[in-house]
């Protein structure tokens, strides 16, 4: 699995490429100082982006790579929000312990969506109360279906959700593709987001 990584810092930078390449079986596939450029520069090839941020007033483009794990110290919960819409898969803090990272990168790669607590927290308060939706949905989910939304949040797999619900992994892709169609998206990564945004989550 190729992992470019990104830091204006390079003590940081550093430090994450000695992560990777010591983590079997990530490889490094990239190297970058300006964390915009790993966004922008067509010659970067990987599978997973690991990208880290000093700042939360970066502005991320409309779409980022599903499989792009975030390092960055206490963002506001708008520039949460927003980085998810973009599409990053995965957001902790800085100081995350390298086994928190690697977990990061591998959901992400999975195309999981892995938040840390603290900004999940700070993330669901901002959503909170009131609860609120854009508008009613067509249908409604049922409570197997928000059950299996906010196990999606936490970044548990198929595989997971299964065992925690007793069903079949058959069963378990039926409910997210349900809870796909009713909330108008077409990816697992949207559907958290939406369920965030609309207060259906509530981590």
């Given at each position: 699995?190729?992992?470019?990584?990104?830091?204006?810092?390079?003590?940081?930078?550093?430090?994450?490429?000695s992560?990777?390449?010591?983590?079997?079986p990530?490889?490094?596939?990239g190297?970058?100082?300006?964390?915009?450029?790993?966004?922008?520069?067509?010659?970067?090839?990987?599978?997973?982006?690991?990208?880290?941020?000093?700042?939360?007033?970066?502005?991320?483009?409309?779409?980022?790579?599903?499989?792009?794990?975030?390092?960055?110290?206490?963002?506001?919960?708008?520039?949460?929000?927003?980085?998810?819409?973009?599409?990053?898969?995965?957001?902790l803090?800085?100081?995350?312990?390298?086994?928190?990272?690697?977990?990061?990168?591998?959901?992400?790669?999975?195309?999981?969506v892995?938040?840390?607590?603290?900004?999940?927290?700070?993330?669901?308060?901002?959503?909170?109360?009131?609860?609120?939706?854009?508008?009613?949905?067509?249908?409604?989910?049922?409570?197997?279906?928000?059950?299996?939304?906010?196990?999606?949040?936490?970044?548990?797999?198929?595989?997971?959700?299964?065992?925690?619900?007793?069903?079949?992994?058959?069963?378990?892709?039926?409910?997210?593709?349900?809870?796909?169609?009713?909330?108008?998206?077409?990816?697992?990564?949207?559907?958290?987001?939406?369920?965030?945004?609309?207060?259906?989550?509530?981590?």
């Amino acid at each position: 699995m190729r992992v470019s990584v990104a830091s204006a810092s390079a003590v940081r930078r550093a430090g994450l490429e000695s992560l990777i390449k010591s983590s079997s079986p990530l490889k490094l596939g990239g190297s970058f100082s300006n964390p915009e450029r790993i966004f922008h520069s067509s010659a970067v090839q990987a599978d997973v982006y690991l990208v880290d941020l000093d700042r939360s007033s970066l502005v991320l483009p409309a779409r980022v790579p599903s499989a792009t794990v975030i390092l960055i110290d206490d963002p506001d919960p708008g520039w949460t929000a927003q980085a998810l819409r973009s599409g990053v898969g995965a957001i902790l803090e800085r100081d995350a312990s390298p086994a928190q990272i690697v977990g990061a990168i591998n959901a992400a790669h999975s195309d999981l969506v892995l938040l840390s607590s603290s900004i999940s927290q700070k993330l669901a308060e901002r959503v909170r109360a009131p609860a609120r939706h854009d508008g009613p949905l067509a249908e409604p989910l049922t409570a197997r279906e928000l059950e299996v939304l906010t196990m999606l949040a936490e970044g548990v797999s198929n595989r997971e959700i299964a065992d925690r619900l007793a069903v079949s992994e058959h069963t378990v892709k039926f409910h997210i593709s349900s809870i796909l169609d009713k909330l108008g998206v077409s990816t697992r990564t949207e559907a958290v987001t939406t369920g965030l945004r609309t207060g259906l989550i509530l981590l």
